[in-house]
């Protein structure tokens, strides 16, 4: 890791590395995380990466030690006109991985699109794959998931001095998603049976709560946004369950087994989003 933290400061003058793959993945956190199993192989097969993502994508990516460059490119150009960029990597990068839409658009077709209206069997037929594999296909590596996200050593200490002060077992609510199918209105209720059952027990609610009601209890502790997306992630890690909608929060833990998952999908299938997660249940509305 050292030695790659010292690659991103290469300057001009600094000889230009062998084999240079750029990858290229817009969209939010849970998108981002999604770009992150790809890049271990991108590594594993020599090369230099060079990441572009938006301020969400950075956010969560840049403490990655498979990534030598991070670019943060807020785009302005519409989707369906990026192919003159597309081109330009393409001639600046010995090899050019443009993982954007690799699900949205594509297996998550909008009402805009004659997809969406298809007959259900048929659009389930196609776009019922597994959205790492998509990734990974596009990438052109293994179909092996490498999907994680990486702490700095502050905030695991952060974490862990927090995580020390609570009950034995700890369980992480994150409600809501950025999107409006991704919600989930009864966490409340779910939070005071939990702690009226069991004395062991802490909870901490993440996200946004979209104004829900919750009872003061000492064992609750109702964040929201509060710590951001890095220390949510974090704290994340260190939870006995995380219980929540398809969002980055449960995409950080997705590939940690010691961590149990609750997921509660909206728009996805467990083929497109859970299959290969340990120690996971994905639970249907």
Known sequence: AQARKA????????????????????????????????????????YYVVVYCQDTGEQVLRHDPHIDRLIKFESRVPLDQLGELFRWMEQKYDECRILVECVEGTLLPAPSKIQYHFPHKLRHQLSNLNYLDVHHMVAKVPLEPRQKFYPSIDEMKWANELRATMKPFMVVVVPNGSSVT??????????????????????????????????????????????????????????????????????AVAFEKMVRKVVLLTHSSEENLTRDWPNTVALHG
């Open 182 to 251: 991704k919600m989930w209105p009864y966490t409340g209720a779910f939070v005071k049976r939990l702690l009226s059952e069991r004395d062991d027990v802490s909870v901490v609610m993440l996200g946004d709560d979209r104004g829900q009601e919750f009872e003061a209890h000492p064992d609750f502790l109702k964040i929201g946004m509060g710590w951001g997306v890095r220390k949510a992630m974090t704290f994340c890690q260190l939870s006995s369950v995380v219980i929540g909608e398809e969002t980055g929060l449960l995409n």
């Open 7 to 46: 690659v991103h400061r290469l300057g001009l003058d600094q000889p230009k590395p062998e084999k240079i793959c750029a990858v290229m993945k817009l969209g939010a956190h849970g998108d981002a995380l999604w770009a992150s199993s790809v890049l271990p192989h991108l590594k594993d097969q020599g």
